[in-house]
């Protein structure tokens, strides 16, 4: 992002923080601890996720910012403003729905115009300025028509329209592509991204599915019952997994206890070898044998679940070509080995 920024530029000024999180916490009555003290900063401009499984506090966290659920301690600032307590219409936040939520019986314009109304802006106004962010998001031409009437791309448009119509500097979005078929779900994330670039408007998603967050987010925010377990680039949260629990559900790693501590291996960086194969030798510290379980085809890769010592379940992703030249069978029992420089650091794989 500053690239081109020296780096004594990019020292002294640093990224502006839309949101910040400071301890912040909820505790439902009669409940457990869905968010607890989590601290978090989000840059101006950036594409956030907050990723993690069902149930782990991404919905309250995401409810909170926008002012739809009650703060128990800690504190919000947008841009330096505290908002934990303020209104929801009062913070500067907008939220888009799953599904994007448009009102069926209205047009794209009115479904668009529908918070100024509610605000009582005069309907000239309002028609103006909902044709004018219709007309941005390039669905001027089909105003009048009824969301029905639209594709999955066109409605999700309208959505964005009317989520930006109270000018908000951060958009909220709670699994918007996750009632979707898993075509237009690839189709409608990648229009995310480019509006969110395209606005220059910090996005807030959120998502269960590791693969969304990858091919979306700037910052990964990856939670586990209630606090964040990691928060970085997809790039570093994937090869770089803190912890056993990262490593685990960013999925396509091995977390294998060794002589020397638990460490973590890519699926498509072990390697397999027959049983009887002398190319571990040299490299036997790193070495495993292990009874192939599952032979799953991938298209481009073949998938191979196998059982090592203690029954701890490895995954290895083999090319297809790898895999064609010496296919392995149900029940065979192999080696697999990889190299120190594929090897995740004990110390930050320690769970
Ligand atoms: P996620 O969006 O990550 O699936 P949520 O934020 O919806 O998770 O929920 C976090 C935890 O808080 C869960 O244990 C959930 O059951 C609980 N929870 C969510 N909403 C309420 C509520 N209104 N009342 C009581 N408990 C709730
Ligand atoms: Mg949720």
Not at 137 to 152: C, D, I, Q, T, W
Not at 162 to 181: F, G, H, Y
Not at 184 to 213: D, G, N, P, Y
Not at 279 to 284: E, F, K, P, V, Y
Request: net charge neutral.
């Amino acid at each position: 992002m500053n690239d081109s920024l020296s780096a004594d530029a990019r020292r002294s000024s640093p990224v502006p923080v839309a949101i910040a999180l400071h301890a912040l916490t909820k505790r439902y009555v009669g409940g457990s601890t869905a968010v607890d003290s989590i601290n978090l900063s989000i840059a101006v401009g950036s594409y956030c996720c907050l990723l993690g499984p069902s149930g782990c506090g991404k919905s309250t966290t995401l409810r909170m910012m926008a002012g739809h659920e009650s703060v128990t301690s800690g504190t919000i600032l947008l841009e330096g403003r505290e908002i934990t307590h303020l209104p929801a219409a009062a913070r500067g936040t907008a939220m888009m729905f799953q599904s994007f939520a448009l009102f069926p019986h209205l047009s794209a314009l009115d479904n668009v115009a529908f918070s100024l109304k509610m605000k009582g802006v005069d309907k000239s106004e309002r028609k103006t300025r909902a044709k004018d962010l219709l007309d941005r998001v390039a669905m001027g031409h089909l105003a009048e028509r009824k969301p029905a009437e639209l594709s999955g791309g066109q409605q999700q448009r309208v959505a964005l329209a009317r989520a930006l119509i109270t000018q908000p500097k951060v958009l909220l979005l709670d699994e918007p592509l996750s009632a979707l078929d898993p075509f237009l779900r690839i189709q409608m994330r990648a229009e995310l991204r480019r509006w969110q670039k395209e606005l220059c408007l910090t996005f807030i998603h959120v998502t269960h599915s590791q693969e969304e967050a990858m091919a979306l987010a700037d910052t990964m925010v990856v939670m586990n019952h209630g606090i964040i377990e990691q928060v970085g680039s997809p790039n570093e949260v994937y090869n770089r997994p803190v912890n056993e629990f990262v490593a685990k559900f960013m999925g396509g790693h091995n977390v294998i206890d060794t002589a020397s501590g638990k460490i973590a291996v890519r699926n498509d960086q072990m390697q397999i070898a027959p049983a009887s194969d002398d190319t571990a030798r040299s490299n036997s510290v790193n070495s495993l044998p292990a009874t192939i379980t599952d032979v799953e085809y991938q298209g481009t890769y073949v998938l191979l679940g196998l059982e090592a010592a203690s029954k701890t379940a490895v995954s290895v992703m083999l090319p297809e070509a790898a895999f064609a030249s010496r296919p392995y069978v149900t029940g065979e029992s192999v080696k697999l080995w990889w190299t120190s420089a594929h090897t995740l650091q004990p110390t930050r794989i320690a769970a």
